[in-house]
């Protein structure tokens, strides 16, 4: 069991520029969450799908995109890459039953110049 | 709208010390999570609390909710160098579809010789 798998660990983009974060879960879970973490903060959620074909808005979704086309997979996209996007990313999913913890993925280190 | 807060956001404690973290939010939850997080890594799940007097431990640390406060407490018993991380509680909104955490601040615990 993999777990939680993101690609890729790092990336520089320059701003304007797209690029797409892909999250990979092998454990069958009904929800998967897209998280941004930025120095000296806690984590807030992007985006969130609580089952294949469904995303819905967290806490600060605005510059982002997704798609969950296969359960396994959450995609975050960046369409128009900002300095204010460097950040680091963190994809979870947990089970859609009555086992409610999140588990993480290692994290995405995006730096926007 | 949800808010955790977490004091405090940094501690400084000496190896066999006693301390505690308190983790308080704004509206009725009945789950709350911490985890911790090394330098540079991902997060781990420590605690699950799913109920009003939950307490759970785990080697020098244990975990209680409080819903009718709406406050979690993180202590640390004896504590050794290998606790320094940042510990953050995260707690799951009553209501919200698809079980949206909202993190606190974290607190950087440093543990000196």
């Known amino acids: 069991n993999a777990g939680v798998t993101q690609t890729p660990k790092f990336r520089v983009l320059k701003t304007g520029q797209s690029m797409t974060l892909l999250c990979a879960q092998d454990?069958?879970?009904?929800?998967m969450y897209w998280y941004r973490q930025d120095p000296g903060m806690g984590l807030r959620l992007i985006h969130y799908s609580v089952g294949e074909g469904t995303t819905a808005k967290g806490e600060v979704p605005d510059g982002y995109n997704v798609s969950r086309l296969k359960k396994q997979n959450f995609l975050l996209g960046l369409e128009s890459a900002a300095p204010s996007q460097t950040s680091v990313y963190f994809c979870a999913s947990r089970s859609g039953t009555s086992a409610y913890e999140q588990f993480f993925g290692p994290g995405t280190r995006l730096t926007v110049l | 709208e949800l808010k955790v807060e977490q004091n405090p956001l940094f501690l400084s404690m000496q190896e066999g010390k006693n301390y505690t973290i308190y983790c308080n939010y704004s509206t009725t939850s009945d789950r709350l999570y911490w985890y911790r997080q090394d330098p540079g890594k991902s997060l781990e799940s420590l605690f699950v609390l799913l109920s009003n007097g939950a307490v759970k431990q785990e080697g020098r640390l244990m975990a209680s909710l409080d819903t009718k406060a709406r406050l979690s407490t993180l202590h640390i018993t004896a504590a050794v160098h290998d606790l320094s991380a940042t510990y953050f509680c995260?707690?799951?909104?009553?209501?919200?579809?698809?079980?949206?955490?909202?993190f606190g601040e974290g607190t950087q615990l440093t543990v000196n010789p």
């Open positions: 454990m069958n879970h009904e929800y």
């Open positions: 995260a707690v799951d909104g009553v209501g919200t579809s698809g079980s949206r955490l909202t």
